[in-house]
T-cell receptor, first 108, second 113 residues
């Protein structure tokens, strides 16, 4: 099955800094999503981005499907951005495979 | 529009008992999938339902089962609970399997003692 790797596993930033999170996947995918898991465990949708580039405020994402990776950019980070960021992919079986996540801590 | 609703949010059971978790999808969504999250194994797919039919199942023992009702609400059941079943169980809905984008509920946190 598809393997999903996220890097870095952990990231500590000062408030206001920018960061890039990466998601590599081992096979072609039909769907790719980025999520932010809040402290209470809920997965919050950030982007649904099987290909191309999208932006939402301080966050943007790019997926290069032919090279099997996706990037999540966070600019001017805030303490509320802290949490775990997951990438999840689906090869068309409607069975999403999640990466192990990037744990982000933003310091005030 | 209400989001995905999961009940109960927290529960404690003892080994050998069984548990039923409920998930109400976003209105109009007909596909429901379930995931288990543990510190050791991360987020793992359990099963996916569409039109009351299980379309896909993850690599879990038969103690884990589910069903979907005609109103798209779904339940999952875990029988003969083991300590390792302690986890956050997350339900997601989407308009249909082909639509792709998942929307998650807040989860049901199960502790097995």
């Amino acid at each position: 099955g598809i393997q999903v790797e996220q890097s870095p596993p952990d990231l500590i930033l000062q408030e206001g800094a920018n960061s890039t999170l990466r998601c590599n996947f081992s096979d072609s995918v039909n769907n790719l999503q980025w999520f932010h898991q809040n402290p209470w465990g809920q997965l919050i949708n950030l982007f649904y981005i099987p290909s191309g580039t999208k932006q939402n405020g301080r966050l943007s994402a790019t997926t290069v499907a032919t090279e099997r990776y996706s990037l999540l950019y966070i600019s001017s980070s805030q303490t509320t951005d802290s949490g775990v960021y997951f990438c999840a992919v689906d090869s068309g079986t409607y069975k999403y495979i999640f990466g192990t996540g990037t744990r982000l801590k933003v310091l005030a | 529009k209400a989001g995905v609703t999961q009940t109960p949010r927290y529960l404690i059971k003892t080994r050998g008992q069984q548990v039923t978790l409920s998930c109400s999808p976003i209105s109009g969504h007909r596909s429901v999938s379930w995931y288990q999250q543990t510190p050791g194994q991360g987020l793992q797919f359990l099963f996916e339902y569409f039109s009351e039919t299980q379309r896909n199942k993850g690599n879990f023992p038969g103690r884990f089962s589910g069903r979907q009702f005609s109103n798209s609400r779904s339940e999952m059941n875990v029988s003969t609970l083991e300590l390792g079943d302690s986890a956050l169980y997350l339900c997601a809905s989407s308009p249909s399997p082909n639509t792709g984008e998942l929307f998650f509920g807040e989860g049901s946190r199960l502790t097995v003692l």
